[in-house]
């Protein structure tokens, strides 16, 4: 499916906040920003940046801001968008299409804009953590030389990934099921989230 196409239809699919996504995606659009689609959500870049994106939920709808930390924020409107595991994202919340401020949330989208044109970001960190395999995932690597071969092919990211997805798991039956569904995932080459990405 083509981006326009992806994009036409997260704009205009049947949602309580279709309005509202709709109202941001007119200021997005008159800002110098290009319009993208990436993680299932229209994202706005410049130099192939992300800069901000317009997401909806369950209860609210707003603007992502990659680098939200750098805003100004002279409303005091801006949450940290994921608590303690971004430092640089924030997040302008809406419940409904009449919260819109639109003189101020263009202005925070070109300021954003303004802030990544001039090299505003904060890299992230790199974990110097050595890989803790699980358990279970180590005995299934030495039983399977080819999932083996295929673990150890993947990125550092998505090995990390798949180390985690099993030991957050808290009991044994949850994390011997997560290991059966990633098995096939691994050996194809994948990464626990390509689908999302």
Same mark, same amino acid.
């Given at each position: 499916?083509?981006? #326009?196409?992806?994009?036409?239809?997260?704009?205009?699919?049947?949602?309580?906040?279709?309005?509202?996504?709709?109202?941001?995606?007119?200021? #997005?659009?008159?800002?110098?920003?290009?319009?993208?689609?990436?993680?299932?959500?229209?994202?706005?870049?410049? /130099?192939?940046?992300?800069?901000?994106?317009?997401?909806?939920?369950?209860?609210?709808?707003?603007?992502?801001?990659?680098?939200?930390?750098?805003?100004?924020? %002279?409303?005091?409107?801006?949450?940290?968008?994921?608590?303690?595991?971004?430092?640089?994202?924030?997040?302008?919340?809406?419940?409904?299409?009449?919260?819109?401020?639109?003189?101020?949330?263009?202005?925070?989208?070109?300021?954003?804009?303004?802030?990544?044109?001039?090299?505003?970001?904060?890299?992230?960190?790199?974990?110097?953590?050595?890989?803790?395999?699980?358990?279970?995932?180590?005995?299934?690597?030495?039983?399977?030389?080819?999932?083996?071969?295929?673990?150890?092919?993947?990125? %550092?990211?998505?090995?990390?990934?798949?180390?985690?997805?099993?030991?957050?798991?808290?009991?044994?039956?949850?994390? #011997?099921?997560?290991?059966?569904?990633?098995? %096939?995932?691994?050996?194809?080459?994948?990464?626990? /989230?390509?689908?999302?990405?």
């Amino acid at each position: 499916m083509e981006k #326009a196409e992806k994009l036409n239809i997260y704009y205009q699919a049947e949602h309580p906040f279709r309005e509202g996504i709709c109202a941001l995606r007119e200021l #997005a659009l008159q800002t110098k920003s290009v319009e993208d689609y990436k993680w299932n959500i229209p994202v706005y870049t410049i /130099n192939g940046k992300n800069v901000f994106g317009i997401c909806r939920f369950k209860n609210h709808f707003g603007v992502w801001f990659y680098n939200g930390v750098f805003l100004k924020d %002279p409303k005091k409107v801006l949450r940290n968008a994921q608590e303690g595991k971004t430092k640089a994202m924030r997040h302008w919340y809406f419940s409904s299409e009449k919260d819109i401020d639109k003189e101020a949330v263009l202005a925070y989208m070109v300021e954003s804009i303004e802030n990544q044109e001039k090299g505003l970001s904060i890299a992230p960190e790199k974990s110097s953590k050595e890989l803790q395999v699980p358990t279970l995932l180590k005995q299934a690597l030495v039983k399977d030389t080819a999932i083996k071969t295929a673990f150890e092919a993947l990125s %550092p990211y998505k090995q990390k990934e798949f180390c985690e997805y099993i030991l957050e798991a808290k009991q044994e039956k949850t994390k #011997a099921r997560r290991l059966e569904k990633i098995l %096939p995932m691994i050996k194809k080459g994948m990464g626990l /989230n390509d689908a999302y990405r």
